[in-house]
């Protein structure tokens, strides 16, 4: 069976705009506002352009860092992404200013660069190290809110998998799933292709009295393909394996390969419930 490890990828204007017969000259704010329009729009390159147009105007500007970062990252240019987010914390207050749209977009900059160590950092340390975990504060970036805290959990689980933290990683995994408990989908039985967990209580929902597909069946087949009619293979959560074995550590990438299933925008399953105040 095939497993796939998750990896997560100017035009300078100066506009004089007639109102009420005044000339009105955009500061920093209005390039970042036309710079997010675009993000939204799915238009990365135009994005970039008027970030950097902001900065422009102001290098201090701390939302064109965020978007100029972004829009790299979506550009493909994982480098030029961390320059940014770095920049921008270099010179923050990192005790009051809000930075964990900059800890994540490292993580994941750091990933596509193949850096685990320091993935993993801005994962671990920066991001989850500093979260409110009382006051149940759950991140997600508001210009796409697909993009969430569960591809940062992600993020450091294949960090940890690729550094050798088998353990580490275990853990990772099982808090990964908790964050999904709600958009996990029972199967009928353990013939049935779809369904991610077998609802044993009956709940309806995901709980730890369910048991989670671990990525395996039996090949009657055999065709190295999961067909209809055969039996996948599940297992009690929380997950526990021996990953002293190479049978654990193949569970492992196999969970890291279907959750790398779930944080994909393509498919609508990544929808955490997140905070969104501070978005308004």
Same mark, same amino acid.
Request: charged share 20%.
């Given at each position: 069976?095939?497993?796939?490890?998750?990896?997560?990828? %100017?035009?300078?204007?100066?506009?004089?705009? #007639?109102?009420?017969? =005044?000339?009105?000259?955009?500061?920093?704010?209005? %390039?970042?506002? %036309?710079?997010?329009?675009?993000?939204?729009?799915?238009?990365?390159?135009?994005?970039?352009?008027?970030?950097?147009?902001?900065?422009?105007?102001?290098?201090?500007?701390?939302?064109?860092?965020?978007?100029? +970062?972004?829009?790299?990252?979506?550009?493909?240019?994982?480098?030029?992404?961390?320059?940014?987010?770095?920049?921008?914390?270099? =010179?923050?207050?990192?005790?009051?200013?809000?930075?964990?749209?900059?800890?994540?977009?490292?993580?994941?900059?750091?990933?596509?660069?193949?850096?685990?160590?320091?993935?993993?950092?801005?994962?671990?340390? @920066?991001?989850?190290?500093? =979260?409110?975990?009382?006051? +149940?504060?759950?991140?997600? %970036?508001?210009?796409?809110?697909?993009? #969430?805290?569960?591809?940062?959990?992600?993020?450091?689980?294949?960090?940890?998998?690729?550094?050798?933290? /088998?353990?580490?990683?275990?853990?990772?995994? @099982?808090?990964?799933?908790?964050?999904?408990? !709600? =958009?996990?989908?029972?199967?009928?039985?353990?013939?049935?292709?779809?369904?991610? /967990?077998?609802?044993?209580?009956?709940?309806?929902?995901?709980?730890?009295?369910?048991?989670?597909?671990?990525?395996?069946?039996?090949?009657?087949?055999?065709?190295?393909?999961?067909?209809?009619?055969?039996?996948?293979?599940?297992?009690?959560?929380?997950?526990?394996?021996?990953?002293?074995?190479?049978? +654990?550590?193949?569970?492992?990438?196999?969970?890291?390969?279907?959750?790398?299933?779930?944080?994909?925008?393509? #498919?609508? !399953?990544?929808?955490?419930?997140?905070?969104?105040?501070?978005?308004?």
């Amino acid at each position: 069976m095939k497993k796939y490890l998750h990896a997560i990828i %100017f035009l300078p204007l100066l506009l004089l705009i #007639n109102s009420c017969r =005044q000339e009105y000259e955009p500061i920093d704010s209005d %390039f970042s506002q %036309f710079g997010w329009k675009y993000y939204e729009s799915g238009d990365y390159l135009g994005a970039r352009d008027w970030f950097q147009a902001a900065l422009k105007e102001d290098s201090t500007f701390a939302d064109a860092y965020n978007g100029a +970062g972004w829009s790299l990252g979506h550009l493909g240019q994982a480098d030029s992404a961390r320059e940014y987010f770095s920049s921008w914390i270099a =010179q923050s207050d990192e005790e009051s200013d809000y930075l964990f749209d900059y800890y994540a977009g490292l993580a994941f900059a750091y990933n596509a660069l193949g850096n685990d160590e320091l993935a993993l950092f801005n994962a671990q340390s @920066n991001f989850f190290g500093k =979260q409110d975990v009382v006051s +149940g504060d759950i991140w997600c %970036f508001c210009h796409r809110k697909d993009i #969430n805290q569960i591809d940062v959990r992600l993020t450091q689980a294949i960090s940890e998998f690729r550094l050798g933290m /088998f353990e580490e990683c275990l853990v990772s995994i @099982n808090a990964t799933y908790t964050d999904l408990t !709600k =958009q996990l989908s029972p199967a009928n039985d353990a013939n049935q292709i779809s369904g991610d /967990f077998l609802d044993l209580d009956n709940s309806g929902t995901f709980t730890l009295n369910d048991k989670l597909y671990n990525g395996e069946w039996i090949d009657s087949t055999p065709d190295g393909q999961l067909s209809p009619g055969e039996e996948r293979l599940f297992d009690s959560y929380p997950l526990f394996y021996d990953v002293a074995t190479v049978m +654990g550590r193949s569970f492992l990438a196999n969970h890291l390969a279907i959750l790398a299933v779930h944080t994909s925008s393509q #498919n609508g !399953k990544n929808k955490l419930s997140c905070n969104t105040d501070r978005c308004n």
